[in-house]
């Protein structure tokens, strides 16, 4: 089995006991989270891999970060993770990569990725739960960084840091791979987008 069945293996089977630990309908989950009951239905079922945007819909509507939900097994005092062990959970147009290299929920929710885009490419990721922030450190090319409609230009080297609770993307604007270390730090607790002010 691939890292990739594997990690759709782990999303389903989370997503059933958490649901059905917080007693939910499949029905309560779809508000609660925005997203449709047909796709859960397919993640439950493992016959699918959701997007990043749909697993961060997920994990915050159970208060608990995509690494949560990819789980193996019990949380170790300590785990070592091999180069080629986390999975792919975007890939861009042109090959471009997001990888979920770790994810902890205690004592504070906070994931390591690592994104590899290629020129071009661009990823919108929408708003994350009220307080979430994002540190990117880009080690390689260019990117622009839009927060709330705002670019910013980040060279290699350079590191930006921001409030990810509102619409952002990010966007290769140079012509080789830019790649880059994102941290995303969550505050604790459920999210019910089906509760949000407008």
């Known amino acids: 089995m691939t890292a990739e069945h594997e990690a759709q293996a782990a999303i389903a089977r989370h997503v059933k006991l958490l649901r ?6 499949l029905d309560e989950l779809a508000s ?3 997203v449709s009951k047909g796709m859960l239905v397919q993640i439950e079922g493992a016959r699918t891999n959701p997007s990043i945007g749909t697993l961060c819909r997920i994990a915050e509507s159970f208060g608990v970060s995509i690494g949560r939900l990819l789980e193996a097994a019990p949380e170790p005092d300590v785990r070592l993770v091999g180069a080629d062990e986390p999975p792919v959970l975007w890939r861009g147009e042109a090959g471009g990569t997001g990888r979920l290299l770790r994810g902890v929920n205690d004592p504070a929710f906070v994931e390591v990725w690592e994104w590899r885009m290629a020129p071009g490419e661009d990823h ?3 708003d994350h739960a ?3 922030r994002e540190i990117l450190q880009l080690r390689e090319g260019a990117l622009v960084v839009t927060v709330d409609g705002a670019g910013y230009a980040v060279r290699a080297g350079e590191t930006i840091d921001f409030r990810a609770d509102r619409p952002h993307a990010y966007r290769n604007s140079g012509d080789v791979e830019a790649v880059l270390t994102m941290v995303v730090v969550m505050p604790e607790g459920e999210r019910d987008r089906s509760q949000r002010v407008t």
């Open 130 to 132: 009220p307080g979430t």
């Open 20 to 25: 059905q630990g917080r007693r939910w309908s």
């Open 124 to 126: 919108d990721s929408g």
């Open 32 to 34: 609660r989270s925005g």
